[in-house]
């Protein structure tokens, strides 16, 4: 866990806060995952989210029944050999 020190008190789950320009930045000290809104309470809430699918708290790798149901079939949409771009690793 990230640890911040202020008057000699230790601050578990650190969150940094602040404005700029027309908005608002929250940082996740402990991921560095940092995100923006227009309010602080919205860049608060895109931040819990963004560290929830960093984190593996949200998010999933869809079924074949979610792909079919959106119009995509597995059969004919796979990488293959090929190795998937740095991003997705």
């Known amino acids: 866990m990230a ?13 940094r806060l602040w404005r700029e320009d027309d908005g608002w930045i929250a940082k996740d000290v402990e991921t ?10 919205a860049a608060l ?8 699918l960093r984190t593996g ?3 999933h790798e869809p079924t074949d029944a979610e792909l079919k149901e959106m119009g995509i079939d597995p059969e004919d949409n796979t990488t293959g050999d090929q190795e998937p771009p740095d991003v997705l690793k």
Do not use: F, M, W, Y
Not at 3 to 15: A, L, N, P, V
């Open 32 to 41: 560095g995952v940092t995100t923006q809104g227009p309010s602080r309470s």
């Open 3 to 15: 640890t911040s020190t202020r008057d000699g008190d230790d601050h578990k789950d650190e969150i």
């Open 45 to 52: 809430e895109n931040l819990d989210d963004a560290v929830a």
């Open 57 to 59: 708290a949200a998010g």
